[in-house]
């Protein structure tokens, strides 16, 4: 709750320092006191737009700091903070601040802290709504604004919307999971055909990994054969035959043979002509086959050449070297694969994402009856209310109405929203549309007090909800107030001394001046002085003894 306002420079305020405690704190004083200028200074720090009117006559700079405290930190606070990146010790009170600062040129600037953290305007009115809910003449948010309706009337039907949130989430996976599938299974079905011609075309082909490598060797020995083949030609001459060097030699080797053991120099020669017949007869084997393999021959280079420029072009035409040409046929293969796969496992997805929307569906329409049933409750609840504020002749409805499929969502399949009718016959119509400013926070108070605890803002406030009205409604009115401010608190800016008696603290809102200046004042009264006040504001300008009575009688009552 808001335990704290300091405001320092803004209109008539030059500084005030406020402590607020649990319970119903009323806020009162004459007309023109500047009650409007406490809740411009709350608002401002609440995010509202900053304006150069706002900063006192004769300062640059203004600020307005607000401490809230808390048991624990609520949720919808702790996750927008985190999102924020503000830190927070747990236990430490939120401090809100903004500054402003005049321009020079009619303009101003603006800068925002939580616990002295720089922030945007942006997150404190992200805070503010589950801060404080303002509920006043011309306000647009709270109870006013029918996006928070439907969620009211969930807390009040107790409904399970987690369930429904989660079911929408499951279905919504399962639906993106099979338009991906589908979309995935049209892309490659539209590719078949080509893949299949391409399938057709390296299975023809059939390449291997390194044939390249070996091809282009081959090629290259042929090549070299045919401008080696008159040199081959000669040296085969040369070494073959029986009038061949190597034939002479060998025929000298068996002569001397015969001859050898008559001396050991012919022995000696012998073996080195042994030798020489070895070395001979190996080279005579390496020139037969280099012969082999240099051997030319046109058909097979031509082969050859056929071959590889096959494979080049095929690895160029899908832009990829001729050794990975065996993988991409596999790729090939196993694409088509995954298409007879893919179209088998559509049907499954189509299964669970059909099973996936029958869940959200029937979540969703029992989710929708048990707003039907709240709904009905919470009328007749809200009706029981409205003549005790003198709202006898008006009517209130809450609206649940089925939306169009497009518009499903985690949310359900129903929008829901408070409607009234103000005179006997006439239309029901939004809160905000037809409704006078102190009806409409009379409604809002009927609706506040049939809700009860179902959530909202941690500190509520009504401004002059009690204009143009007196006596019995007034007290009405002042025993809703403090009923909803039991256990919470809640602030009302008030003219009727009947709420005012209700009050569990007890502000007065003062003007005074000084020459040229005006000054605006807030004191918190101790009992007499809240005695003096209520005189003061069943009688007038003057409080007279009885008067002072009355004031007396009022607060024994209450």
């Known amino acids: 709750m808001l335990t704290r306002l300091a405001i320092r420079n803004i209109v008539l305020i030059e ?33 509202n737009r900053a304006e150069a009117g706002l900063i006192r006559a004769g300062s640059d700079i203004a600020s307005v700091t607000a401490t809230f405290e808390f048991a624990a930190l609520p949720a919808p606070l702790a996750a927008a903070l985190d999102d924020a990146g503000v830190e927070i010790e747990r236990g430490e009170p939120l401090l809100l601040r903004r500054q402003l600062k005049a321009d020079g040129a009619g303009g101003v600037a603006s800068r925002g802290f939580v616990n002295d953290q720089p922030v945007g305007a942006a997150l404190l009115r992200e805070l503010a709504s589950a801060l404080v809910e303002l509920h006043g003449q011309h306000d647009d948010r709270g109870l006013v604004n029918p996006r928070g309706h439907r969620l009211l009337l969930d807390r009040y039907a107790r409904a399970d ?117 070895i070395e001979g007869g190996e080279a005579e084997d390496k020139l ?107 009517r209130f409805r809450t609206a649940v109405v089925r939306l169009g499929e497009d518009r ?53 406030i009504f401004d002059e909800i009690d204009r143009g009205v007196g006596g019995a409604v007034a007290s009405a009115i002042g025993e809703r107030l403090a009923r909803l401010a039991s256990g919470g608190q809640l602030l009302a800016v008030t003219h009727s001394p009947q709420v005012a008696a209700r009050g569990s603290t007890h502000y007065v809102i003062a003007k005074s001046s000084e020459g040229t200046v005006t000054r605006t004042s807030v004191h918190l009264l101790d009992a007499g002085g809240r005695q003096e006040e209520i005189a003061r504001m069943l009688s007038g300008a003057e409080v007279t003894p009885e008067a002072r009575a009355q004031a007396d009688r009022l607060l024994e009552n209450v």
């Open 15 to 47: 500084a005030l320092d406020l402590t607020f405690a649990g319970g119903l704190g009323v806020l009162t004083g004459e007309t023109g006191a500047g009650k409007s200028i406490l809740l411009d200074a709350l608002g401002l720090v609440l995010g």
């Open 161 to 277: 919307t987690a369930g429904v949130e989660a079911a929408w989430r499951a279905w919504r996976r399962a639906e993106e999971t099979l338009a991906a599938a589908r979309a995935q299974i049209a892309q490659a079905s539209a590719d078949r055909d080509l893949m299949l011609a391409y399938l057709a075309e390296l299975t023809a082909l059939a390449p291997e990994e390194g044939e390249e490598a070996d091809l282009a060797g081959a090629r290259a020995d042929m090549q070299k054969g045919e401008r080696l083949s008159g040199d081959l030609a000669e040296l085969r001459h040369i070494w073959e035959g029986s009038d061949s060097a190597l034939a002479s030699l060998r025929g000298a080797a068996r002569r001397l043979h015969r001859i050898a053991a008559e001396h050991p120099l012919l022995t000696d020669a012998l073996e080195a002509l042994d030798r020489a017949v």
């Open 288 to 394: 037969a086959r280099a012969a082999e393999v240099l051997h030319h021959d046109p058909a097979a280079l031509d082969r050859i050449e056929t071959r590889l420029f096959e494979l080049r072009a095929l690895a160029r035409k899908h832009v990829c070297q001729a050794d990975d040409l065996p993988a991409k046929m596999r790729d090939l293969r196993s694409q088509l694969d995954e298409i007879e796969q893919g179209e088998d496992e559509i049907a499954a997805l189509d299964a669970a994402a059909r099973d996936a929307g029958l869940d959200y569906r029937a979540r969703a329409e029992a989710l929708s009856a048990a707003r039907i049933e709240a709904a009905a409750r919470l009328d007749t609840a809200v009706a029981g209310e409205l003549a005790p504020l003198k709202l006898d002749a008006a």
């Open 408 to 460: 499903w969502g985690p949310g359900g399949i129903d929008a829901a929203e408070f409607l009234i009718a103000t005179n006997p016959g006439a239309d029901f119509a939004p809160l905000g549309k037809i409704a006078s400013g102190g009806e409409l926070s009379r409604f809002i108070l009927a609706l506040k007090v049939a809700l009860a605890e179902q959530g909202g803002a941690a500190t509520v």
